[in-house]
Nanobody, 127 residues
Framework: QVQLMESGGGSAQTGGSLRLSCVASGRGISNRAMGWFRRAPGNEREFVGAITPDGVVTYYADSVKGRFTVSRDNSKDTMYLQMNSLKPEDTAVYYC????????????????????WGQGTQVTVSS
């Protein structure tokens, strides 16, 4: 059993930066593909970025590509989302997700592929 908890959310100005953290407890994340999702008010939860269990490969939604970076430190059981050049459209609740998998070279973009979720952290970007 693993529990995920996001932190680092808050308010930022357009063009600013925030870094979100997702810390796992109970079990480590070395055998888990990890991902970030977000849900804006009135919208469905959407994919943001994902990273393979070994941290070698990342993949991003077109809406954040070039601005956001997913990384992980398995020794700290932590995944990060560095958000730069923030826009008001980035305002959302951001969720950390993981999926247990023994393969080290896989990532997932569908929320249906993940088995564990954090509670979410609010990010608000104002102009």
């Amino acid at each position: 059993q693993v529990q995920l908890m996001e932190s680092g959310g808050g308010s930022a100005q357009t063009g600013g930066s925030l870094r979100l953290s997702c810390v796992a407890s109970g079990r480590g994340i070395s055998n888990r593909a990890m991902g970030w999702f977000r849900r804006a008010p009135g919208n469905e939860r959407e994919f943001v970025g994902a990273i393979t269990p070994d941290g070698v490969v990342t993949y991003y939604a077109d809406s954040v590509k070039g601005r956001f970076t997913v990384s992980r430190d398995n020794s700290k059981d932590t995944m990060y989302l560095q958000m730069n050049s923030l826009k008001p459209e980035d305002t959302a609740v951001y969720y950390c997700a993981s999926r247990y998998i023994l393969r080290k070279n896989v990532y997932y973009t569908s929320q249906n592929d993940y088995d564990t979720w954090g509670q979410g952290t609010q990010v608000t970007v104002s102009s």
